[in-house]
């Protein structure tokens, strides 16, 4: 499976972006598929996921309520809608798909190259 990030950018703080990650190569309704975001040294963590059939989503506690995740199984994509950003949400953003269908975690099976997203104060 090969995932494919954009919609990365710089936007000033309380702005918008969205996110897409287009997925080739497998079946992508067996995945689950999630995002994760690596800062500036500091270690990749966990953003948020979408089960499979897109009825269960979790997020990590800092991007509740202003991030939505969403997929599309006949485009083969997942978004992450971003909102209301602040400077502590720059990071570089990953795409991720696990097989475990349910929930992406640390160790899913594919990774995209990542996007970067800078958000000034």
């Known amino acids: 499976v090969q995932l494919v990030e954009s919609g990365g950018g710089l936007v000033q703080a309380g702005g918008s972006l969205r996110l897409s990650c287009a997925a080739s190569?497998?079946?992508?309704?067996?995945?689950?598929m999630g995002w994760f975001r690596q800062a500036p040294g500091k270690e990749r963590e966990f953003v948020a996921s979408?089960?499979?059939?897109?009825?269960?989503?979790y997020y990590t506690n800092s991007v509740k309520g202003r991030f939505t995740i969403s997929r599309d199984n006949a485009k083969n994509t997942v978004n992450l809608q971003m909102n209301s950003l602040k400077p502590e949400d720059t990071a570089v953003y990953y795409c991720?798909?696990?097989?475990?269908?349910?929930?992406?975690?640390?160790?899913?099976?594919?990774w995209g190259q990542g996007t970067q997203v800078t958000v000034s104060s």
């Open positions: 979408i089960s499979w059939s897109g009825d269960s989503t």
């Open positions: 190569g497998g079946t992508f309704s067996s995945y689950a």
């Open positions: 991720a798909a696990d097989r475990n269908r349910y929930r992406v975690t640390a160790a899913a099976d594919y």
